[in-house]
């Protein structure tokens, strides 16, 4: 978990795409988190985490479905959402609280 706190303790926003191998939905993900990474770039972090190697973390944070996406600012959760989301609202949602 302190690995986590590291993580998600930086000046720029976190975005954290909570995800299963054997999730169809989570595999249309990174075409959209690279198009919003080339859109964003530095203005933004985005981490992939495995709910099925980090099971404590994923309970500790509740996460029921996948994929869910969780914004962090600073340390602080600030958006949370499950399922896939366009690379369009996920930059609304970064700007809105970056």
């Known amino acids: 978990m302190a690995d986590f706190q590291q993580l998600i303790n930086k000046e720029e926003p ?17 075409p959209i988190l690279e198009e919003l990474k080339g859109r964003m770039g530095d203005k933004v972090s985005i981490i992939k985490i495995d709910i099925d190697k980090n099971q404590q973390l994923a309970r500790n944070l509740n996460i ?20 896939v989301r366009p690379a369009d609202e996920l930059e609304r949602v970064i700007n809105q609280h970056g």
Not at 72 to 77: E, I
Request: proline share 8%; glycine share 10%; net charge positive.
């Open 64 to 83: 029921r479905g996948v994929p869910t996406l969780a914004l962090y600012k600073q340390g602080k959760m600030v958006w949370r959402e499950s399922g």
């Open 14 to 30: 976190v975005l954290i795409d909570f995800f299963a191998t054997w999730c169809g939905p989570c595999k249309m993900m990174p």
